[in-house]
Nanobody, 122 residues
Framework: QVQLVESGGGLVEAGGSLRLSCSVSGSMIGIGTMAWYRQAPGSQRDLVAAVRSDESTHYRDAVKGRFTITRDKDKKMVYLQMDNLKPEGADVYYC????????????????WGLGTEVTVRS
């Protein structure tokens, strides 16, 4: 079973920075796209940033220029550097990864962490 564990959340003042980390563990053949999502209370979960296996990245418009997603393939980690954070209250950030699991060629499945809370105070 593949497990994702996020860390790095916390309370920060508007304009400050945080770095989120996500580790991927378990039995898998390979990892594809890794991504960070954000969910505010009572809202849907929205994509923040994603990084593909070829290192290409995609960002939500609202975070372009402020957030940076990176991955370490050897360590099976993905990071989200968040700078100039805006006062948006308490959101939970979730890590997601597509992983190829199973026998033989395996199949691609999507896995999620339990989230880490980020509160940006004005």
């Amino acid at each position: 079973q593949v497990q994702l564990v996020e860390s790095g959340g916390g309370l920060v003042e508007a304009g400050g920075s945080l770095r989120l980390s996500c580790s991927v563990s378990g039995s898998m053949i390979g990892i594809g796209t890794m991504a960070w999502y954000r969910q505010a209370p009572g809202s849907q979960r929205d994509l923040v940033a994603a990084v593909r296996s070829d290192e290409s990245t995609h960002y939500r418009d609202a975070v372009k220029g402020r957030f940076t997603i990176t991955r370490d393939k050897d360590k099976k980690m993905v990071y989200l550097q968040m700078d100039n954070l805006k006062p948006e209250g308490a959101d939970v950030y979730y890590c997601s990864a597509d992983a190829r699991v199973g026998k033989g060629w395996g199949t691609w499945e999507n896995f999620w962490g339990l989230g880490t809370e980020v509160t940006v105070r004005s």
